[in-house]
Nanobody, 120 residues
Framework: QLQASGGGLVQAGGSLRLSCAAS????????MGWLRQAPGKEREFVAG????????YYSDSVKGRFTISRDNVKNTVYLQMSGLKPEDTAVYYC???????????????WGQGTQVTVSS
């Protein structure tokens, strides 16, 4: 089970940190990622991280502004978002995948979303 939190309302240029806590004792075997979906738009793969946390991927739209990380002791993956823009407004989902392909955006398990709203 994946439980995302940390969303909210922030002004453009501000920061937020999303967290996703996973239940179970096998967190470290999963690739983790964050995806987002804005109203009327396709779901977008935002960031992914490999099992050990060494390999990371970012979409061009967030590269340089967002940082994905994980703590395999706390069974949690994070998305630090800075320099937020109104176009970052979306529901953000965390996801877990069995294959260690952190760049693929393909996942097997999904958490509920957390809303991020960036005002201009």
């Amino acid at each position: 089970q994946l439980q995302a939190s940390g969303g909210g309302l922030v002004q453009a240029g501000g920061s937020l940190r999303l967290s996703c806590a996973a239940s179970g004792r096998t967190f470290s075997i999963y690739t983790m990622g964050w995806l987002r979906q804005a109203p009327g738009k396709e779901r977008e793969f935002v960031a992914g991280i490999g099992r050990s946390g060494v390999g990371t991927y970012y979409s061009d739209s967030v590269k340089g502004r967002f940082t994905i990380s994980r703590d395999n002791v706390k069974n949690t993956v994070y998305l630090q978002m800075s320099g937020l823009k109104p176009e970052d407004t979306a529901v953000y989902y965390c996801a877990a995948g069995r294959d260690n392909k952190w760049w693929s955006g393909e996942y097997d398990y999904w958490g509920q979303g957390t809303q991020v709203t960036v005002s201009s």
